[in-house]
Nanobody, 128 residues
Framework: QLQLVESGGDLVQPGGSLRLSCAASGFTLDYYAIGWFRQAPGKEREGVSCISRSGSSTKYEDSVKGRFTISRDNAKNTVYLQMNSLKPEDTAVYYC?????????????????????WGRGTQVTVSA
């Protein structure tokens, strides 16, 4: 059974940093593009960032460009999201998910309908 587990969420002050991890079990991460998504209370889920199978290609939502960095360590079967210069508007539950589609099929950012095997999420709260 494909399973993804997120970790690393916490309460942090504005301007702070966090690193989220997305660990896979039951399958090899190498065959999948991985996306990070977030959902704030009362808002729709949005794609934050995604990374290709090899890690050579990445995408970011405009509001996180220059602040967040996605990376992967296929040997550890884990994908990371380094989040710097955090803002209160980054507060949300963060999820990771996997897509078996070729990278060039993921048009228009990181479209959530193309991803599956969703984890349960990790809470990130940015507040003074």
């Amino acid at each position: 059974q494909l399973q993804l587990v997120e970790s690393g969420g916490d309460l942090v002050q504005p301007g702070g940093s966090l690193r989220l991890s997305c660990a896979a079990s039951g399958f090899t991460l190498d065959y999948y593009a991985i996306g990070w998504f977030r959902q704030a209370p009362g808002k729709e889920r949005e794609g934050v960032s995604c990374i290709s199978r090899s890690g050579s290609s990445t995408k970011y939502e405009d509001s996180v460009k220059g602040r967040f960095t996605i990376s992967r360590d296929n040997a550890k079967n884990t994908v990371y999201l380094q989040m710097n210069s955090l803002k209160p508007e980054d507060t949300a539950v963060y999820y990771c998910a996997a897509s078996g589609l070729p990278w060039n099929r993921l048009v228009g950012g990181c479209p959530a309908p193309y991803f599956g095997s969703w984890g349960r999420g990790t809470q990130v709260t940015v507040s003074a």
